[in-house]
T-cell receptor, first 110, second 113 residues
């Protein structure tokens, strides 16, 4: 079993839709949770970071962590074609390595 | 801008050859991590260097090795290349907060034929 599981998609939505991206994890030691966005042929860029359980909002993006169910979510409101990318969830124990999910490919159609 | 620069951006090698990938980061980033991202997969941790010493390693064989230099540049070396080594190799500089936040370079795409 992978430590971080993520549905690879692809997920296709119309412009303006609310997007929900999800991951599950198995390691109870994970304390830090991140979402990265990766455009084609580019390196991942950090989008949001959350510590432990709870919500964090940044503009159109909301990250949510439920440690009781080991569930990580990213919500994108008013999605735009420029949001089309691969979204990677990631978890970290505070040690030296970050564990990534496989990424979900998102397409936002104009 | 992440302040992390990688070279080359693309390269093609044949099986059995050796390759060196390079990374430079902004002054003051004394930790560097390397990740391998196969097509359709998330990045996988190879190793981390802190002040020129390897201080963490993922599940990669010894033919993957690295160096970090006093000027904060680093190298990833892969010997005896195999077809499965074809991937995007990413260099990352941690945010320094101990949270796992990483600032990645654009990567070096390696194709092994």
């Amino acid at each position: 079993q992978k430590e971080v599981e993520q549905d690879p998609g692809p997920l296709s939505v119309p412009e303006g839709a609310i997007v929900s991206l999800n991951c599950t994890y198995s390691n109870s030691a994970f304390q830090y949770f991140m979402w990265y966005r990766q455009y084609s042929r580019k390196g991942p860029e950090l989008l949001m970071y959350t510590y432990s359980s709870g919500n964090k909002e940044d503009g159109r993006f909301t990250a949510q962590v439920d440690k009781s169910s080991k569930y990580i979510s990213l919500f994108i409101r008013d999605s735009q074609p420029s949001d089309s990318a691969t979204y990677l969830c990631a978890s970290h124990t505070g040690g030296f390595k970050t564990i990534f999910g496989a990424g979900t490919r998102l397409f936002v159609k104009a | 801008e992440t302040g992390v620069t990688q070279s080359p951006t693309h390269l093609i090698k044949t099986r059995g050859q050796q390759v060196t990938l390079r990374c430079s980061s902004q002054s003051g980033h004394n930790t560097v991590s390397w990740y391998q991202q196969a097509l359709g997969q998330g990045p996988q941790f190879i190793f981390q260097y802190y002040r020129e010493e390897e201080n963490g390693r993922g599940n990669f064989p010894p033919r993957f090795s690295g160096l970090q230099f006093p000027n904060y540049s680093s190298e990833l070396n892969v010997n005896a290349l195999e077809l499965d080594d074809s991937a995007l190799y990413l260099c990352a500089s941690p945010a320094g907060t101990g949270t796992g936040e990483l600032f990645f370079g654009e990567g070096s795409r390696l194709t092994v034929l």
